[in-house]
Structures are given as structure tokens and as C-alpha cells.
């Protein structure tokens, strides 16, 4: 096995080395991915996965570096930086499969994370290589996940994490993980992409290593949350995987992923791939719109209260719009009130999860509705992020309270309000008793 640095841009294909700091082609501008080589039969690989399933080991415990065979530019173990990521659950969800008009359906939720969201797979892997290339701190922009993530990986590996994010439109339940972290933290008045303009010519200056998702070890360490899903399905592939697009390197990382257990004939075929973008920030879906013909078209001002998909230029789409054309995949949007929906048929799975991960079941409902899933397709939606990183959406939401950007109110169609009573043992008895209370 084997690993270096490549242009994505096809028409490029510059190569570096495995340990060059790159994030965009010195020849063409286009993304950085890593190219790997495998040599190993798809049955014994499979086979010692299996073994390390009770192992004691950290890197055995740790859902990404249990298959490290996938991850071949990390030669020493002593550089690998893991607070236990992965290994989360994939649940079954009757109640969310009638709601998105299917027969059966399952939900890989990675919001189980360490720091309660899917960008630990990652992080794992871009601290792990800036432990490697004895870097001493690293930066990313985030309106909250990737800050609390790199901020706990950084502590781990015993580096400074610098956090740039936009000043205000944040949701406190991540930023008070990167503060509880120990990260720098700037707020900036601007943008989330205005942000990491700024961003990565202040890391190119100052010799700060950038965690963002065009790091492209980023989408190495993500490609295991597809590894671990088909793993657990015991390597039977889905019809279809639908997940909330917003910087779009989960996209990039999950088919990047699929490809190269087909490569190694771990799997015999792909699924097809489904993004969903909320409607106030869909460029990928406007450009998908457009046959992906084009470049992709920025949105100056995005919005939506799903704050870990309010993204109007997400950086990966060029890696994202390969992988839904080799997938037969889709790209659709979601309203706000259709993600505030889906957000609580979840929560009444007794799953929960934050708002951006409900994109995922929105979306399903919309494309089984137009009938490009069948009722009866195997279908797995990922839930990117924990229930508790926006509390406030979930109590406003439940209280009747909830108002989407631009002062629109949301409907609590599934609204579960608490309930006032006065001390009164006899008619707090009452009410227990009665139709409204049972339900």
C-alpha cells in the first residue's frame, strides 16, 4: 500500500508528497485528494477488521483507525491522535421511514461522536497528520462542528487550536465545546466564506496547518463513516445514501470511500449517492439544476437555521459533483419548515438530532414523493450531528416559537409543549387522565 498527493483536476493531475502542507493544485488551483494503491485480498481485509472488533488496542477501538488499511499514509501509529470517533450506531427508524415514504429505513447517526458529530472521523485524520509533520497549530473556520472537533483533537495531540467563525448566527451548543476545549477563538464580522479567504492566507503566511474540509486528510478520515456503515450491514449495499450537503466534503469522503472498497472488491457495486441543501444555502443543487454544467455559483448570503449547512461557496463541490455523477446520484433542497419536520419525526424515533441532519429525512420525503426512490429501496440517511449542539432550535420549535430567516414562522407541526398546572395534586391527577395527556 501506498499513498501521495494528486490534482482532482483530471485535466491536471499534478502529484506531490504524501507530507507536503497543500490544499489546492500549484499547477491548476483545482482540489488536492489522496490517491491510494491497494494491495491486499478483500477477504482476509474484511477478516482482520473483524479481529480487531475486540481488541483493547485505542487504534482497534477507534471506528476510523480500525480500518487503517484504508488510510495508508500514516506508516507510524505513534502519530495517530484518536479520542475513541466512530463506532456509531445504525438504527433502525420505522416512525422516520413512513414519514419519508419508504418501507424501511435505516439512520447512521453520527452525532454518537466523541464531540457529538461526524466531523471527528475527520479530524482524526488531519490531526494525525499534522502530529505527523510536527506541526504546533492548526486553524479552521466553522459555524460550530469542525470548531468543536478540531478544538478536542488539538487538546489531545497537545497543539493550539485557532477558531475563526462568524461573528453572531453561531449556535452556542458547539462553540461552548471549543471554549471548554481550550481553542483561540476570533469571531469575525463576516461570513463563513469570506472567513476562510481570510483564513487560508493567514495559515500560507504564518505556517498554521488548516483543518478545513479542503484538507485533503480530512476526507480520508470521513471516508470510514461509508466503511463502518457497510461494515455493519455486513458489506450489503444500500440502494441509496442520502445526507445534508453543505461544505460538501462528506459527499467527497463517502464516495471517495464506496470507490475504493469496489477498487479492492470489498463491495460489488455502488449505491446511488442523494445531497440535501437547505433552500437559503443550495448552490450545489442550483448547479445540479443546471445539469452540473459550469462552474458552481457562490451564494453571497445564505441562510438557514440549520447553522452546519449555511454555507454559500462550499469549497469541495468540484470533488461532491464527481462523486453524485459516478454514483447516478441526486441533489435536492429542503424548506425550512420541511427540515424543522423531519427534525422531530427523528426526535419521536427516540433519536434526535441537530437540524442539519434532519436535511437528510426532508430530503428523502421529497424524492420518494417524485418518485425517484421506490417505496421499497434499502435506504440509509446519515445524521451528521447531535441532538444537544442546538437546544434552542428544539425548544422554540416544540413551543411554537421557531422563525426561519426573514422573520417567517415555522409551524410546530409535531409540537410537544410542556405543560403548565397549578400545585394541585387532584387536578394534575385529572389531567394525567385525560385524552390530551395520553396522547
Not at 464531540?115 to 473556520?141: H, P, W, Y
Request: glycine content about 8%; some cysteine.
Amino acid at each position: 500500500m501506498s499513498a501521495e498527493l494528486v490534482c482532482f483536476n483530471s485535466a491536471c493531475s499534478a502529484r506531490y508528497p504524501i507530507d507536503e502542507v497543500i490544499y489546492e493544485c500549484r499547477e491548476c488551483g483545482g482540489l488536492i485528494a489522496v490517491e491510494n494503491r491497494f494491495d491486499q485480498d478483500p477477504k482476509q481485509l474484511t477478516s482482520l477488521w473483524d479481529s480487531r472488533a475486540a481488541s483493547r488496542d485505542p487504534l482497534d477501538v477507534s471506528g476510523v483507525w480500525r480500518f487503517r488499511e484504508m488510510l495508508p499514509f500514516v506508516t507510524d501509529p505513534r502519530h495517530v491522535v484518536t479520542i475513541r470517533e466512530g463506532n456509531t450506531p445504525l438504527f433502525d427508524a420505522p416512525q422516520a421511514a413512513a414519514y419519508g415514504g419508504v418501507d424501511a429505513l435505516q439512520l447512521k447517526h453520527q452525532g454518537y461522536n466523541p464531540t457529538g458529530s461526524f466531523k471527528d472521523n475527520g479530524m482524526t485524520a488531519g490531526v494525525t497528520q499534522a502530529k505527523k509533520l510536527g506541526i504546533e497549530r492548526v486553524a479552521c473556520v466553522s459555524t460550530g462542528n469542525t470548531s468543536a472537533s478540531m478544538a478536542a483533537y488539538a487538546a489531545a495531540a497537545g497543539m493550539q487550536a485557532i477558531i475563526f467563525l462568524p461573528h453572531g448566527k453561531i449556535a452556542y451548543g458547539k462553540l461552548a465545546q471549543a471554549l471548554e476545549y481550550g481553542a483561540l477563538t476570533i469571531q469575525v464580522e463576516a461570513n463563513f466564506d469570506q472567513i476562510l479567504a481570510l483564513v487560508r492566507k493567514l495559515a500560507a503566511e504564518m505556517g498554521i496547518y488548516l483543518l478545513n474540509s479542503m484538507n485533503p486528510f480530512r476526507v480520508e478520515g470521513q471516508k470510514s463513516i461509508v466503511i463502518e456503515m457497510l461494515d455493519q450491514r455486513n458489506w450489503k449495499v444500500p440502494d441509496w445514501i442520502v445526507l445534508p450537503g453543505g461544505n460538501l466534503g462528506n459527499v467527497s469522503a463517502l464516495g471517495k470511500g464506496l470507490r475504493e472498497l469496489l477498487e479492492i472488491g470489498i463491495i460489488d457495486r455502488l449505491p446511488r449517492v442523494a445531497v440535501v441543501q437547505a433552500a437559503g444555502s443550495a448552490p450545489f443543487y442550483e448547479l445540479y439544476q443546471r445539469g452540473f454544467e459550469g462552474d458552481l455559483k457562490a451564494v453571497t448570503s445564505p441562510e438557514t437555521l440549520a447553522t452546519a449547512i449555511r454555507i454559500g461557496a462550499p469549497v469541495s463541490w468540484p470533488k461532491a459533483r464527481f462523486e453524485i455523477q459516478n454514483t447516478n446520484g441526486t441533489v435536492v433542497s429542503a424548506t425550512e419548515q420541511e427540515i424543522a419536520d423531519a427534525k422531530a419525526v427523528i426526535g419521536r424515533c427516540g433519536i434526535g438530532c441537530e437540524p442539519a441532519s434532519a436535511a437528510s429525512l426532508a430530503g428523502l420525503k421529497k424524492l420518494t414523493a417524485e418518485g425517484t426512490i421506490a417505496a421499497d429501496s434499502d435506504v440509509v440517511c446519515v445524521l451528521t450531528g447531535h441532538l444537544l449542539k442546538d437546544p434552542d432550535y428544539v425548544y422554540h420549535y416544540h413551543t411554537d416559537q421557531l422563525k426561519a430567516p426573514g422573520d417567517v414562522k415555522i409551524v410546530s407541526t409535531f409540537g410537544n409543549a410542556p405543560v403548565v398546572m397549578p400545585n394541585d395534586p387532584a387536578k394534575i391527577a385529572a389531567f394525567l387522565d385525560s385524552p390530551a395527556a395520553r396522547g
